[in-house]
């Protein structure tokens, strides 16, 4: 019987899975200065020290302004489940340095799940931003959101969904093996006893 437990046990948790929808709040959490910074599914890095700054968002140390995103500096967002679908990214502040009339200009840079350049887009301003669907919705590994040396901006906010596909699922083969190793150790099991009862 203990047999048949675990294998109904291996194949409960090697089924394919649903993953819920994950949003980091950066301005939620305690103020934090490192080389990277991982949270929840995600590795922060960039050109120089992540500062995670309460109340405030996530930047990069140095630059122009200590707690924006400026100056030819870069952020990278890394998915430690491999990829990533469902991306987008909340600015919650942006600059316009240069008087052009356009506030916190970035270049986004995105990667597949091999780590290949998949694209890159330009976008400014603050609030919600796409990066999946302009992708068409492909699996993601990492993104880079680089300032074009003015402007500034505050990414504060990240929502993703881990992608089921990169989960390890057991060929039906092992399946079956393990299903059969649990027969044979519950008639194993039975056989034993019967024995000792006559």
């Excluded at 109340?55 to 890394?78: A, L, P, Q, R, W």
């Excluded at 400014?124 to 500034?152: K, M, N, R, W, Y």
């Amino acid at each position: 019987m203990r047999y048949l437990v675990l294998s109904s046990l291996f194949l409960l948790t090697t089924s394919p899975q649903s993953f819920a929808s994950v949003t980091i709040d950066f301005a939620a959490l305690e103020t934090v200065q490192t080389a990277s910074f991982s949270y929840a599914g995600v590795t922060v890095t960039g050109s120089a020290d992540v500062l995670v700054t309460e109340f405030h968002g996530v930047t990069i140390s140095g630059g122009e302004n200590e707690y924006t995103v400026d100056s030819n500096e870069t952020i990278t967002f890394t998915f430690q489940g491999s990829s990533a679908i469902a991306i987008s990214y909340h600015v919650g502040a942006s600059s316009d340095t240069n008087s052009d009339d356009t506030f916190g200009s970035r270049t986004l840079m995105v990667f597949d799940t091999d780590g290949a350049w998949l694209g890159t887009t330009q976008q400014d301003g603050a609030g919600e931003f796409q990066v999946s669907s302009i992708f068409e919705d492909a699996p993601i590994s990492s993104f880079t959101l680089t300032s074009p040396g003015h402007d500034a901006f505050v990414p504060d906010r990240l929502t993703f969904t881990s992608n089921a596909s990169d989960q390890v699922i057991p060929e039906p083969a092992s399946v079956i093996t393990w299903m059969l190793l649990g027969i044979v150790g519950c008639i194993s099991t039975w056989w034993n006893r019967r024995r000792k009862a006559s």
